[in-house]
């Protein structure tokens, strides 16, 4: 089973305060990596997603950064507001939408007022 | 609004039992996906499937079956229930390969099955 594995397992950040988790894969061929948003009770929801031809991609106050050779991608979430606080999941997949995602363990963010 | 449902929010099963998981997508989508999803192990691919009366085993196939007899419904099945099945299971979907994943996966809400 190709591994993704993701740090931390939870986080505690201070409102304005930068948030970052980081997964690391194995399977070279992955070359398609989204990260979802998770609120209790909901399914995850697809927040952003990353191709390694780009080192880095921002969506308003979400980037995620790549780096290829380590077979790293983290996401930072800038200026962190109480609506941030969920799970968060990285994943990793074949583009093309082979033998579906691998998604890390998630990461428990709370964003304290 | 386009949508994956999930026909039950929390189910409650005895050891032993044949359990059903229904899910219906209406956004036409080829590819859909069984997970469970248990704290601290995120979410592990149980089976998938890319078209009607097709199936692909996941990570974890052990103990699960899938029908898919249309293409908006995709249903797990567990053949005979057991305590270790106690977990919230996830049904998502995607577009076709080709396009393959650039628009994510859309996920249903989820059922919360204990089993007992």
């Known amino acids: 089973q190709q591994q993704v594995k993701q740090s931390p397992q939870s986080l505690i950040v201070q409102k304005g305060g930068i948030s970052i988790i980081n997964c690391a894969y194995e399977n070279t061929a992955f070359d398609y990596f989204p990260w979802y948003q998770q609120f209790p009770g909901k399914g995850p929801a697809l927040l952003i997603a990353?191709?390694?031809?780009?080192s880095e991609k921002k969506e308003g106050r979400f980037t995620i950064s790549f780096n290829k050779s380590a077979k790293q991608f983290s996401l930072h979430i800038m200026d962190s507001q109480p609506g941030d606080s969920a799970t968060y999941f990285c994943?990793?997949?074949?583009?093309?939408?082979?033998?579906?995602?691998?998604f890390g363990k998630g990461t428990h963010l709370i964003i304290q007022p | 609004d386009v949508k994956v449902t999930q026909s039950s929010r929390y189910l409650v099963k005895r050891t032993g039992e044949k359990v059903f998981l229904e899910c219906v997508q209406d956004?036409?989508?080829?590819?859909m996906f069984w997970y469970r999803q248990d704290p601290g192990l995120g979410l592990r691919l149980i089976y998938f499937?890319?078209?009607?009366?097709?199936?692909e085993k996941g990570d974890i196939p052990e103990g699960y079956s899938v029908s898919r007899e249309k293409k908006e419904r995709f249903s797990l099945i567990l053949e005979s229930a057991s305590t270790n099945q106690t977990s919230m299971y996830l049904c998502a979907s995607s577009l076709p390969r080709g396009q393959g994943l650039l628009y994510g996966y859309t996920f249903g809400s989820g059922t919360r099955l204990t089993v007992v």
């Open positions: 956004m036409d989508h080829e590819n």
């Open positions: 499937s890319y078209d009607v009366k097709m199936k």
């Open positions: 994943a990793a997949g074949d583009v093309r939408g082979a033998d579906g995602l691998t």
């Open positions: 990353i191709r390694p031809d780009v």
